[in-house]
């Protein structure tokens, strides 16, 4: 069974520094996997989705990338600011289930 | 482009009332559809998937039910309410197995 963990479960960090999330997977069999902002009482929103053959995805401030054979995904954040404050989630699709396994998430808060 | 939407966007319900929580789509076609809650501190859990019209698959036993009338629309029901159902609903919609897009969502309070 797909269990997906994220590291820290929160962090708080000053205006400009850059910083890491860590998500880790137990079984490798995946489609692909996506990084997901959630600020509190709101939707998620879509950040990165990167497919299984490949080793990193970026959009602007973010860079996503994948070892799909260690079961592990990071999303860099270059030059934190406080609207990056918000609920990181990273889900995996897993080729056993055909659906979104998500983590809980870690909080992120940027202070200026 | 796609968009999606949610509504009521808030719900506040008496234990044993029913529920019907709308969802819809635009700008795609036979999109996959997903309904998803989210409780208080705890991760999301997907409730219901469909990928056609009234083809919806259950992931969860529970006191709800999901019904896809249409292509982009998808309705989140129950006929009688407990306490425990409430929480976050969030939908969401996807192109075959690509990347999730998620609306909204609803908070729902069951008194």
């Known amino acids: 069974k797909q269990e997906v963990t994220q590291i820290p479960a929160a962090l708080s960090v000053p205006e400009g520094e850059n910083l890491v999330l860590n998500c880790s997977f137990t079984?490798?069999?995946?489609?692909?996997l996506q990084w997901f902002r959630q600020d509190p009482g709101k939707g998620l929103t879509s950040l990165l989705l990167?497919?299984?053959?490949?080793r990193e995805q970026t959009s602007g401030r973010l860079n996503a990338s994948l070892d799909k054979s260690s079961g592990r995904s990071t999303l860099y954040i270059a030059a934190s600011q406080p609207g990056d404050s918000a609920t990181y989630l990273c889900a995996v699709n897993s080729e056993d289930t055909d659906k979104l396994i998500f983590g809980t998430g870690t909080r992120l808060q940027v202070f200026p | 482009s796609q968009t999606i939407h949610q509504w009521p966007a808030t719900l506040v319900q008496p234990v044993g009332s029913p529920l019907s929580l709308e969802c819809t789509v635009e700008g795609t076609s036979n999109p996959n559809l997903y309904w998803y809650r989210q409780a208080a501190g705890r991760g999301l859990q997907l409730l219901f998937y469909?990928?056609?019209?009234?083809?919806i698959s259950s992931e969860v036993p529970q006191n709800l039910s999901a019904s896809r009338p249409q292509d982009r629309q998808f309705i989140l029901s129950s006929k009688k309410l407990l306490l425990s159902d409430s929480g976050f609903y969030l939908c969401?919609?996807?192109?075959?197995?690509?990347?999730?897009?998620f609306g909204p969502g609803t908070r729902l309070t069951v008194l």
């Open positions: 969401a919609w996807s192109e075959g197995i690509n990347e999730q897009f």
């Open positions: 469909s990928v056609g019209i009234g083809q």
């Open positions: 079984d490798s069999a995946i489609y692909n």
């Open positions: 990167i497919q299984s053959s490949q």
